[in-house]
């Protein structure tokens, strides 16, 4: 047990996985000399070789598809893009064939990669670097889509996506990268694709959150907790499959739910768990579900980021507003 | 460009292949053509969904796969069922496609071949990818990826070109310069003054040949075939050909291009040149040709009743390729979609 940041979770958990699996090799802009405009993969090239943490031309669709090939002639390629917002060249290749190959081969041929993508607003980037488009993955039939927001979540996370048979998107939430440290256990261990984590029981309301606003809604249970409100939270780690039975149960339970989310509010993926819930347990509910989320706008620059962002502040008020119809 | 065998028959220089292989694939080329007629006609008759007809192309198809090992990667488009064929892929799974039937994409697990591309481009960094798998793994095997020139204008084929030579990876770009991209003719696709000078930028060779000449493209594909195996990396050909028929059944190719160039075309007969040569060398004959488009009908037919025989997917068979494992909220559709169905 070592205690790790996620960045260096992730880090561990490549170095487990090419380590461990000859197929497995990591292919991005700048992930090889650099170790990644993060440095998650830092140090890789150095231990694994040029060859197997490879240094790729400029080209997101080419870095996909040239992986997706690599996957189908039997490679475990994890493929990084360097910002959400840069993951979006690609999408030809993801939406139009890693995400369907099984499907138009009928099992034949298969793209068992992984797709790492950092996401996420609040350190004050340049455009097109604080994007949080997850919700357009988990759209896409034939893909699976994982947030991580703890270091042993990041590394047991990665691992399962880097050993499952199917692609992966795995959001990783920048600004968490290095504000969060946890212990972790060494060498290969899974952390389940499909089950969510109940970060905190309680019996009066029930917040729902995943990667990034984890932080933001941790703060909003304390607070309330302060008040005398008994707080569950949940993180969901795993948007598809979506673990619909740990939302069942809590909401059952409460009654009373919000989901929190840094993405825009319109056809977010908090709109698909509210249906959810109306679909699945509607009668158990106590008040309407509310949402917390960002806002149908461009995430804005340095100077604005605080208007956009979903708060401790914001949730608290939602959670008030809930616990009160 | 680069010609070996010309209209009228006659070679420049040693022809690359024996007589019995010319032969063969001589043999190759007729039932390619009777595939692609059927495949018109029983689009016409409403057996098949739209249908993207390569008669003109069957050279550039059947001489490119004779330049490979039969365990070469071939990935290619919707209107190289030829080339899918000569590496193995089987007549009925490519009727079934065409049919609207998944399983279409489904080759046994022996043939290197995959699915084919429908999206424009995108599949050329597949190519690079497979290719480069077999290098890792060192197999020896490499990868051929076959588009045609409208393709040339995606950004995939930057990347796709780019990627393969900075890695020298055993790509082979095979262009099937056909003229048109559905209207758009090759001169309006790109003001370079030919495809395979597009080579140059990415630090490969580049070689333009007669695509209608299956002795240019047989040559042509086997040298960069060997180059890749022995570690030399990509190469970009040019095959220059002509697509006789429309782009697709639901196309009138009226519209943008001439009788008389068709005219002109059709004289550049692939086949017909092929059929001279080995007349000339007293290697054809009429009974021959007779005997041959008489299996080329038995096997074409036999293939399209297998591929409308086939049962459609089951019930809930369309959420069942979509992973491994039928995750639980695809369980439950599954179960909602059956209950709609009965």
Same mark, same amino acid.
């Given at each position: 047990?070592?205690?790790?940041?996620?960045?260096?979770?992730?880090?561990?958990?490549?170095?487990?996985?090419?380590?461990?699996?000859?197929?497995?090799?990591?292919?991005?802009?700048?992930?090889?000399?650099?170790?990644?405009?993060?440095?998650?993969?830092?140090?890789?090239?150095?231990?694994?070789?040029?060859?197997?943490?490879?240094?790729?031309?400029?080209?997101?669709?080419?870095?996909?598809?040239?992986?997706?090939?690599?996957?189908?002639?039997?490679?475990?390629?994890?493929?990084?893009?360097?910002?959400?917002?840069?993951?979006?060249?690609?999408?030809?290749?993801?939406?139009?064939?890693?995400?369907?190959?099984?499907?138009?081969?009928?099992?034949?041929?298969?793209?068992?990669?992984?797709?790492?993508?950092?996401?996420?607003?609040?350190?004050?980037?340049?455009?097109?670097?604080?994007?949080?488009?997850?919700?357009?993955?988990?759209?896409?039939?034939?893909?699976? %889509?994982?947030?991580? +927001? /703890?270091?042993?979540? #990041?590394? &047991?996370?990665?691992?399962?996506? $880097?050993?499952?048979?199917?692609? *992966?998107?795995?959001?990783?939430?920048?600004?968490?990268?290095?504000?969060?440290?946890?212990?972790?256990?060494?060498?290969?261990?899974?952390?389940?694709?499909?089950?969510?984590?109940?970060?905190?029981?309680?019996?009066?309301?029930?917040?729902?959150?995943?990667?990034?606003?984890?932080?933001? %809604?941790?703060?909003? +249970? /304390?607070?309330?907790? #302060?008040? &005398?409100?008994?707080?569950?939270? $949940?993180?969901?780690?795993?948007? *598809?499959?979506?673990?619909?039975?740990?939302?069942?149960?809590?909401?059952?339970?409460?009654?009373?739910?919000?989901?929190?989310?840094?993405?825009?509010?319109?056809?977010?993926?908090?709109?698909?768990?509210?249906?959810?819930?109306?679909?699945?347990?509607?009668?158990?509910?106590?008040?309407? %579900?509310?949402?917390?989320?960002?806002?149908?706008?461009?995430?804005?620059?340095?100077?604005?980021?605080?208007?956009?962002?979903?708060? *401790?502040?914001?949730?608290?008020?939602?959670?008030?507003?809930?616990?009160?119809? | 460009?680069?010609?070996?065998?010309?209209?009228?028959?006659?070679?420049?220089?040693?022809?690359?292949?024996?007589?019995?292989?010319?032969?063969?694939?001589?043999?190759?080329?007729?039932?390619?053509?009777?595939?692609?007629?059927?495949?018109?006609?029983?689009?016409?008759?409403?057996?098949?969904?739209?249908?993207?007809?390569?008669?003109?192309?069957?050279?550039?198809?059947?001489?490119?796969?004779?330049?490979?090992?039969?365990?070469?990667?071939?990935?290619?488009?919707?209107?190289?069922?030829?080339?899918?064929?000569?590496?193995?892929?089987?007549?009925?799974?490519?009727?079934?496609?065409?049919?609207?039937?998944?399983?279409?994409?489904?080759?046994?697990?022996?043939?290197?071949?995959?699915?084919?591309?429908?999206?424009?481009?995108?599949?050329?960094?597949?190519?690079?990818?497979?290719?480069?798998?077999?290098?890792?793994?060192?197999?020896?095997?490499?990868?051929?990826?076959?588009?045609?020139?409208?393709?040339?204008?995606?950004?995939?084929?930057?990347?796709?070109?780019?990627?393969?030579?900075?890695?020298?990876?055993?790509?082979?770009?095979?262009?099937?310069?056909?003229?048109?991209?559905?209207?758009?003719?090759?001169?309006?696709?790109?003001?370079?003054?030919?495809?395979?000078?597009?080579?140059?930028?990415?630090?490969?060779?580049?070689?333009?040949?007669?695509?209608?000449?299956?002795?240019?493209?047989?040559?042509?594909?086997?040298?960069?075939?060997?180059?890749?195996?022995?570690?030399?990396?990509?190469?970009?050909?040019?095959?220059?050909?002509?697509?006789?028929?429309?782009?697709?059944?639901?196309?009138?190719?009226?519209?943008?291009?001439?009788?008389?160039?068709?005219?002109?075309?059709?004289?550049?007969?692939?086949?017909?040149?092929?059929?001279?040569?080995?007349?000339?060398?007293?290697?054809?004959?009429?009974?021959?040709?007779?005997?041959?488009?008489?299996?080329?009908?038995?096997?074409?037919?036999?293939?399209?009743?297998?591929?409308?025989?086939?049962?459609?997917?089951?019930?809930?068979?369309?959420?069942?390729?979509?992973?491994?494992?039928?995750?639980?909220?695809?369980?439950?559709?599954?179960?909602?979609?059956?209950?709609?169905?009965?």
């Amino acid at each position: 047990m070592k205690v790790l940041t996620i960045a260096r979770a992730l880090n561990e958990a490549l170095d487990v996985a090419l380590e461990k699996d000859a197929q497995v090799m990591l292919l991005g802009e700048d992930v090889g000399r650099t170790g990644g405009v993060f440095r998650v993969t830092d140090g890789l090239q150095e231990r694994h070789g040029a060859g197997r943490v490879v240094d790729t031309p400029v080209a997101e669709s080419g870095i996909v598809g040239v992986a997706f090939g690599l996957a189908v002639g039997g490679m475990r390629p994890v493929a990084e893009m360097q910002f959400m917002g840069f993951s979006y060249p690609a999408f030809d290749q993801v939406i139009n064939h890693v995400s369907r190959i099984r499907n138009r081969s009928r099992h034949r041929f298969t793209a068992p990669m992984v797709i790492r993508i950092p996401y996420g607003g609040g350190i004050g980037a340049a455009e097109h670097h604080s994007e949080s488009a997850e919700a357009i993955y988990a759209h896409t039939p034939g893909l699976k %889509v994982v947030v991580p +927001a /703890t270091p042993y979540d #990041a590394k &047991g996370l990665l691992l399962a996506a $880097i050993n499952d048979p199917d692609p *992966v998107v795995f959001c990783e939430p920048i600004r968490l990268y290095r504000s969060v440290k946890e212990e972790v256990p060494d060498g290969w261990y899974e952390v389940p694709i499909g089950e969510a984590r109940v970060e905190r029981t309680g019996e009066d309301i029930t917040l729902i959150t995943w990667g990034a606003m984890t932080t933001e %809604v941790r703060g909003a +249970a /304390t607070a309330l907790e #302060a008040e &005398g409100v008994s707080v569950e939270v $949940i993180d969901l780690r795993s948007l *598809v499959p979506l673990d619909t039975d740990t939302i069942e149960a809590s909401v059952e339970k409460t009654g009373r739910v919000v989901i929190v989310h840094e993405a825009p509010k319109t056809a977010g993926f908090g709109a698909e768990v509210a249906a959810l819930i109306a679909e699945r347990c509607l009668y158990s509910l106590e008040a309407p %579900v509310r949402r917390v989320t960002g806002w149908d706008s461009v995430f804005p620059l340095k100077r604005s980021e605080h208007q956009y962002l979903p708060s *401790v502040e914001r949730i608290v008020r939602a959670a008030r507003q809930t616990l009160e119809t | 460009m680069r010609q070996r065998l010309t209209p009228s028959g006659g070679v420049e220089g040693d022809p690359p292949i024996d007589i019995q292989l010319t032969r063969r694939l001589y043999r190759a080329m007729v039932f390619a053509r009777t595939y692609d007629r059927k495949g018109t006609a029983l689009q016409k008759q409403g057996r098949l969904a739209t249908y993207a007809p390569f008669e003109g192309q069957e050279a550039a198809q059947i001489g490119a796969a004779a330049g490979l090992q039969p365990n070469d990667w071939v990935v290619a488009t919707y209107r190289d069922a030829a080339l899918m064929w000569a590496q193995g892929y089987p007549w009925e799974l490519l009727f079934a496609g065409r049919t609207g039937d998944e399983r279409g994409g489904s080759p046994p697990e022996h043939v290197p071949v995959m699915p084919p591309s429908i999206t424009v481009g995108g599949h050329m960094v597949h190519a690079v990818g497979l290719a480069w798998a077999e290098k890792l793994n060192g197999t020896g095997r490499i990868a051929l990826t076959s588009f045609g020139d409208g393709a040339t204008s995606e950004g995939d084929f930057h990347e796709a070109m780019n990627f393969a030579a900075v890695y020298d990876i055993g790509c082979i770009f095979f262009c099937q310069n056909n003229g048109y991209a559905i209207s758009l003719p090759r001169e309006m696709q790109t003001r370079s003054t030919s495809i395979a000078e597009k080579a140059i930028a990415y630090g490969m060779p580049g070689v333009q040949v007669d695509g209608n000449d299956l002795f240019a493209v047989y040559e042509a594909v086997h040298d960069a075939a060997e180059r890749a195996r022995a570690g030399g990396g990509p190469t970009l050909i040019e095959a220059v050909t002509y697509r006789i028929g429309p782009h697709t059944t639901s196309d009138d190719p009226k519209r943008y291009r001439s009788d008389d160039e068709v005219s002109e075309w059709k004289r550049r007969d692939p086949l017909e040149r092929v059929r001279i040569y080995l007349s000339e060398r007293g290697a054809w004959d009429e009974e021959w040709q007779a005997t041959i488009e008489a299996e080329a009908a038995a096997e074409i037919d036999r293939a399209i009743e297998l591929a409308e025989n086939m049962p459609p997917l089951g019930p809930g068979e369309i959420l069942d390729a979509m992973f491994e494992t039928l995750p639980p909220h695809l369980e439950r559709q599954r179960a909602e979609l059956l209950e709609n169905l009965t």
